[in-house]
């Protein structure tokens, strides 16, 4: 167990004998799920033990989650932001990360940026800001256009629809270090590869901070995601591998059905540690890991490609 906890509100957890590796030869993620309210629980957790935290939280849109009101006084959301990032704040190493997935509204474009602006009052640095684009369309050449990706259309003569979404990493001072070649991409004019002398000769550059990630689709919520929000593992396992970190500690204060936890799994950190308010979420990210688990990297089911984001 990472800490004391009341029975009622501890999912379960995945905790590998010492040395135990999996059928890949990998050493097994511990998974921690605690189905309460973050502030509370991080609160009982020793401060610094975190490396990375990678969340998406409720955006005040009033989306209908299960159990949680989407529709605070803005006064209300800003200060409950404080409330969760002073804990974040707090549980993060010296040289820990936030990764910040924030989207946003025609009524409302400002939030992400005041979300941000309360976040360094706390003493957060924003040393990024990623792209998350969701669906793109790209005149060609020739005069045709080749479109890519989900997303929701708006019915407006004022407003355009809205195709991404902001990735903030913020940290403590602003200095941590990137393995921007872990999701990096390869050259498209190879010449560049022996002009440039900080390539060393790899076919390899820096993706830069526009990310296309589609999210799947589905056709049964039930079935496939009962949760209103989407997060693509993806989008959280980019986060994970820019960190370059082996052995890590992440964690996400706003579970949902557990996409992080996934992406934790895959980048093999040593732990995992899930805060969700929702029993029926919480449960789903439980099965989920544990499905993941139960299965040698590479077989048929790593990740489980019924689970959707």
Known sequence: MIRPVDPKNYVAESEPAAGKRSSGGVIATRVDIFCEDCVTGMRVLAPEMVDVVVTSPPYNLGIRYRSYSDRMARSEYLGWTEAWGSEAMRLL??????????????????????VVHRLSQLGFYLQNTIHWIKSISIEQPDGTVVSRGHFKPINSKRRLNNCHEYVFHLTKFGTVSLDRKAVGVPY???????RWGHTAGADRRCRGNTWFVPYRTIRSRKGERPHPATFPV??????????????????DPFLGIGSSAEAALRVGASRFIGFEIDTEYAAFARTRVDVIQATPPGGEGFPNPRLAD
Request: proline share 4%.
């Open 93 to 114: 190493r010296r040289d820990g990360s936030l990764f910040l997935n924030f989207g946003q509204s025609a009524e409302d474009p400002l939030m992400p940026f005041e």
């Open 188 to 194: 498209a004019d190879k010449s560049n590869i022996a």
């Open 234 to 251: 993806e989008l959280a396992e980019r986060c994970l591998r820019l960190i370059g970190r082996k052995n890590c500690v992440v964690m």
